[in-house]
């Protein structure tokens, strides 16, 4: 049976070139209250240093469109009037992959608002809808998988975590290896590796883009706690010994980049926050990190700023939208060029 691995597809890593990035206006007052404003600032700081290298496809709503057009239209960008529940659009989109010719396609996964949490209107509409305005050869699948699940590194290692995909609230009736199997037939992989668990409070159940990033081939940059008050301090520590045992797809043995983690960032109701600085969006021309206030945020952008010699290192506020949530990554969705 023809599938994307059969036939020469896979998913690119995203220090690739890109053609564009699609992400989707803030606009749910019921969802963001009194912090919309801001997060809508968050998002255009955002969407300014994207556009420095990129297209912008900004998704909009009928009511906020003027908006969105009267604070970004300067920029490279394609509005789309495509409903939508939220703004998360690494997980509702399709996945992009390329065949060795560089023909784009486009995967496309069953949605169940990350294992029923948060079933929002038209989320589950939104990568069909948008695949309406691509002519690309699309594969669909008939189980749940979100794009900020999964990182892989363009030469066929996937990094995934069990406590997201081996959840009984995703895929109850696949296990380990029917996962597997099915990720490299998507992915185009030849192998897969596990992290056990993400961080505390995390909506998405320990998506892998919160917690471990490829950032080159056999190269994967997790963070390290630099206080015991971190919450996350033993799950942290536990990721990168994990890290340092794995090998992949070729063979070669992972180097293991450890950056500061935020330690603790709490919301206005001293909640503890997901705060990840990993949760960055790498662009042609730049790595543009998430920064909460914390005293590490410097110290993390400079460490980032170390392992992408030819690329920007920015560091913009994402605490408001981390109140979603997520932060960059987990708003944006790259097209490979």
Same mark, same amino acid.
């Given at each position: 049976?023809? &599938? ?25 007052? +019921? ?55 939220? !703004? ?6 399709? *996945? ?28 589950? %509409? ?41 959840? $009984?609230?995703? &895929? ?12 490299? *037939? ?18 998405? +159940?320990?998506?892998?883009?919160? !917690?471990? %990033?490829?950032?080159? $081939? ?6 390290? $706690? ?12 536990? !990721? ?13 043995? *992972? +180097?293991?980049? %450890? ?7 709490? +919301? ?13 969006? *790498? ?6 990190? $998430? ?47």
């Amino acid at each position: 049976m023809e &599938n994307p691995k059969t036939l020469g597809y896979a998913q690119p890593a995203e220090w690739q070139p890109h053609s564009a990035c699609w992400l989707a206006f803030p606009s749910h007052r +019921d969802l963001w209250l009194e912090y919309l404003d801001i997060v809508q600032a968050e998002f255009v700081a955002l969407a300014k240093a994207i556009s420095t290298s990129e297209q912008l496809e900004i998704l909009v709503l009928e009511e906020t469109a003027a908006l969105a057009k009267q604070l970004l239209g300067d920029l490279p960008v394609c509005f789309h009037q495509i409903p939508f529940g939220d !703004i998360w659009m690494r997980d509702m989109t399709p *996945i992009y992959i390329k065949n060795a010719d560089g023909k784009l396609g486009a995967l496309h996964f069953q949605w169940n608002g990350w294992g029923g949490k948060y079933m929002l209107e038209h989320d589950d %509409r939104v990568a069909a809808n948008i695949l309406q305005t691509l002519d690309f050869p699309t594969f669909e699948f008939d189980w749940v998988l979100e794009g900020g699940a999964i990182e892989v590194d363009g030469e066929g290692t996937c990094l995934t975590t069990k406590q997201c995909l081996l959840n $009984p609230n995703r &895929n109850p009736h696949l296990d380990q290896e029917a996962i597997e199997s099915g990720l490299k *037939i998507a992915l185009g992989v030849e192998k897969v590796l596990w992290i056990e668990e993400g961080l505390l409070n995390d909506h998405t +159940d320990g998506h892998i883009d919160t !917690i471990a %990033r490829f950032i080159a $081939p056999h190269t994967i940059m997790c963070m390290e $706690p630099t206080s015991e008050d971190d919450p996350n301090y033993q799950v942290l520590k536990d !990721i990168a010994s994990q890290l340092e045992t794995m090998t992949d797809a070729k063979g070669r043995k *992972i +180097d293991v980049v %450890r950056i500061p983690s935020p330690n603790l960032v709490l +919301d206005d109701e001293d909640e503890i926050m997901p705060a990840s600085y990993l949760n960055f969006y *790498i662009s042609n021309d730049s790595v543009i990190i $998430p920064i909460y206030g914390s005293p590490n945020d410097e110290l993390a952008v400079q460490a980032i700023a170390k392992h992408f010699p030819n690329r920007k290192a920015i560091g913009l506020s994402a605490k408001h939208i981390l109140l979603g949530g997520g932060a960059f990554h987990c708003i944006t969705c790259h097209q490979p060029q």
